[in-house]
């Protein structure tokens, strides 16, 4: 218990509803002394695992030592770490075992604050029994924001009800070499289609009252080699004009309270004490007044791991100097060597007041300090995880994530054939699920709990469609056994047509082939699943090969002679049953790609944000042209795009650009008819081409896009309204601007597929912008008479 006599906090203003959270932050901070101040900066992992199989990066090297559960809580604690996320725990059980710490925390401090409750969420409320929805990429391929902001306001109003506050997601990080582990968690290769996506997850979790965590600003994703935590050789540019877009997009139009910094360092700086970055740029030029949190062990990284501090009290000092409020997983850095880094003055306690006015105003915002405060606001007996509602979402946003690559007419797999479904993920439920889903995270290492959701595989939904259906595994996912493929070979070569499944196992540092520490030398597939593929396509039987993986694989030439690819990126729970549908034909596949394919495994990883020089050239002989593009993805129906035009500003001298002000608006249309014989979605996006600039700039990039659903015949009007803000870019002073001259909007059915340009010139003065600019393309869908269509 604390050495300091319980406050009585009756009618104190801190509690007082009537005056705003920052005023109730400073009547509250003064009459805190400096132990109680350094307690809330802080969290408390107390289920940590020490056994070396943990979900961090070191972390059984960072959780020696920790003191007593009331020793821990005596001046109060900021943080409880992952209550439901380290170990599976009955919901009901969960939420009231959470409801006795709180209790704890509130008598053992003599403020009574209660501790901020944080989880992570990325593919769902991580917690045994919870709904497991599709991974990131999946989000991306989807190209259905509002779809992603349903499924975080359900991922939110679980984790509110069991007591939790925080979750660690969305991941903003835009994928830059696909070797990385963790590319499974990225929504894709474009900031725009990562911005917008990432926006709608905060917005889904926010207004259910949880508090969103960007994560993680910034430069993750741009590692040297995809090698997890290695040096980023990222210039500024890239950074402004690639990178940091999600983010503004996430903080203006998601409206997220929390950043968590990147273990990244750029050009020698660690993140974690970049000042530039996470005061300079984030707090005083965009404005945010939310929470800083470390992410795990990442300001004690910046003496073990990066050695730019001698002693975790110098780690402190750098980390809250550049603006990191809050420690996490546990008290480390920011405890004892804190506050006796304090009593010597060399930090400044005024850093520590910063970094606690901003905590206490969100734990004002979450009701944490209010009188009427409650450990659980029920008895939690009717607690459920995954229900009905969710389980639609995740199966409507698996269906939408399914990306139909290649068909030579195969799919969907005929009525009353042979089909033979081989390989080594076709009967693994673990195969739809990503690293920081609850089973694999955790419940890995708890195998005697089982799943706690159903997962059926592939093979158990295809087998409920397909009546002539035998399986052989083949190979394993890793290792080098191939006495399975015979097998598989001759179950190919009996049937009708093969449906051929690849892919990943999802895990965490080496436990797996995707996910975080799960890094890939080159962008073949794992083991011996190429060999595997090409002795079934040597027996001329119809293949249909389904990549059920966390990352794009090569697709190169010799994978040519499949009839039908289809790319899934980890589905979740119902993952089994959209590719099933999908298969059969009940679903019209409608995804995209976040991420380009590449044609060779041997390392040329390069998105398709490149400058003329980065594509295929004279001048090299080693050609970077994908397999398959970003934005591509095919239908079991046919659509007709025509009557490409500028709308306004109207065009005066038609042989002429059509004028579009730097700093105004230009709205583009464009027809699309549904010219087949059965209902589908067509993912009409729009590109920008600037030809010539000041410094080197993409041939094409995404600046709009849309899903487009019609019935056969349906006709509509595309229409966007482009703001002049979004061709802005980096320019040669280092500032961002729009810069007059000639450019296209392309309309495009993949930003390798142009089915439309318009040329128009944007008139005026060079012009800067800063964070206030115009984020977003409107988007508006005009729906036509429908018009008679032949079969």
């Known amino acids: 218990m604390s050495s300091q006599l319980p406050v009585d906090s009756g009618g104190a203003p801190w509690r007082d509803p009537r005056l705003s959270p920052t005023e109730r932050a400073e009547a509250l901070l003064p009459l805190m002394s400096l132990e109680e101040k350094v307690a809330q900066l802080v969290g408390v992992w107390v289920g940590a695992e020490t056994s070396g199989e943990g ?25 409880l770490t992952r209550p439901f996320g380290t170990a599976p725990v009955d919901p009901v059980l969960g939420a009231r075992s959470l409801a006795a710490s709180q209790a704890q925390i509130v008598a053992a401090n003599r403020f009574g604050i209660p501790a901020q409750v944080h989880e992570e969420c990325l593919t769902g409320f991580a917690a045994w029994r919870a709904t497991v929805y599709p991974t990131p990429l999946s989000w991306g391929a989807s190209f259905d924001p509002e779809l992603v902001e349903a499924m975080a306001g359900r991922i939110g109003r679980s984790m509110r009800a069991a007591g939790v506050h925080q979750g660690l997601a ?50 993750y994703s741009a590692s040297r080699g995809g090698r997890n935590l290695a040096p980023v050789p990222m210039g500024r540019r890239e950074l402004a004009d690639i990178i940091l877009p999600p983010f503004e997009m996430a903080l203006r139009h998601g409206g997220a309270r929390s950043v968590m910094n990147s273990y990244a360092e750029i050009d020698g700086l660690p993140v974690a004490a970049d000042q530039e970055l996470l005061t300079g740029l984030l707090r005083d030029e965009w404005g945010f007044t939310g929470t800083v949190v470390a992410d795990y062990f990442s300001v004690r990284f910046l003496q ?9 009290g110098d780690a402190a000092r750098l980390a809250l100097r550049a603006g990191i409020d809050v ?19 060399e930090i400044d306690e005024a850093l520590i007041d910063r970094a606690l006015r901003r905590v206490l105003i969100q734990k004002v915002e979450l009701g944490l300090l209010d009188e009427d405060w409650q450990e659980l606001s029920d008895d939690g007996a009717d607690l459920r995880f995954d229900d009905e509602i969710s389980r639609d979402v995740a199966v409507r946003l698996a269906r939408e994530s399914v990306v139909l ?40 290492h708890h195998s005697e709990f089982g799943l706690g959701v159903d997962i059926p595989s592939l093979r158990d939904e295809l087998a409920r469609r397909v009546p002539l259906l035998s399986h052989e595994v083949g190979c394993g996912i890793t290792g080098e056994d191939t006495s399975g493929i015979p097998a598989a070979v001759a179950a190919v070569a009996a049937a009708d047509v093969c449906v051929l499944a690849v892919g990943d196992r999802a895990g965490m540092f080496g436990r797996g082939t995707s996910g975080e520490g799960c890094d890939a030398a080159d962008l073949q597939l794992p083991g011996v699943q190429a060999e595997l593929v090409r002795a079934v396509l040597a027996t001329g039987t119809p293949v249909v090969l389904v990549l059920m993986t966390g990352r794009p694989y090569a697709l190169g030439p010799e994978f040519d002679a499949a009839a039908a690819v289809v790319q899934a990126f980890f589905l979740g729970q119902l993952g089994g049953q959209a590719l099933a549908e999908v298969l059969t034909g009940a679903v019209n596949p409608s995804g995209r790609l976040p991420v380009s394919v590449p044609r060779d495994a041997g390392g040329m990883p390069s998105t398709y944000l490149s400058p003329p020089l980065g594509h295929r050239n004279r001048v090299s002989s080693v050609d970077p042209t994908p397999a398959y593009p970003f934005g591509h993805g095919l239908s079991y129906t046919t659509f007709e795009w025509s009557d490409a035009t500028v709308v306004e500003p109207a065009d005066e001298a038609q042989d002429a650009p059509a004028a579009w002000p730097v700093d105004g608006e230009v709205r583009v249309r464009i027809t699309v008819a549904n010219t087949g014989d059965r209902a ?112």
Request: glycine share 10%; proline share 8%.
């Open 680 to 791: 589908g979605t067509e993912v009409v996006q729009l590109y920008l081409h600037d030809p010539v600039a000041q410094i080197t700039r993409p041939v094409v990039r995404l600046v709009g896009y849309t899903r487009l659903p019609l019935e056969p015949g349906e006709v509509a009007h595309v229409t966007f309204d482009v703001p002049a803000d979004v061709a802005s870019f980096t320019g040669l002073s280092g500032r961002r601007i729009v810069e007059p001259g000639d450019v296209e909007l392309r309309f495009g059915r993949s930003s390798g597929d142009t089915a439309a340009s318009l040329p128009l010139r944007l008139t005026g003065a060079e012009r800067q912008v800063g964070h206030q600019r115009d984020l977003l393309t409107s988007v508006r869908i005009e729906p036509l008479v429908a018009v008679p269509h032949s079969a």
């Open 304 to 312: 073990t791991l990066h050695g730019v501090a001698d002693r975790p």
């Open 327 to 345: 420690e996490l997983p546990t008290v480390d850095a920011f405890g004892a060597p804190l506050v006796e880094a304090v009593r010597r003055g």
């Open 405 to 444: 690559l290649r068909n030579t007419g195969v799919l969907p797999l005929p009525v009353g054939g042979r089909v033979a479904l081989v390989g080594p993920v076709a009967d693994d439920p673990m195969a739809m699920l990503g690293c920081y889903s609850f089973p694999n995270h955790v419940g890995v």
């Open 55 to 79: 979900v961090a990066p070191h972390q059984s090297d960072m959780i020696d030592n920790v003191a007593p559960w009331s020793s821990l809580i005596q001046h109060g604690l900021g943080q």
């Open 170 to 219: 969305p991941v903003l990080d835009v994928t830059r070499d696909y070797r990385w582990g963790r590319t499974e968690e990225t929504i894709g290769e474009d900031p725009y289609l990562v911005g917008t996506t990432g926006a709608a997850y905060v917005r889904g979790l926010e207004r259910a009252g949880v508090v969103a965590t960007l994560k993680h600003l910034a430069g």
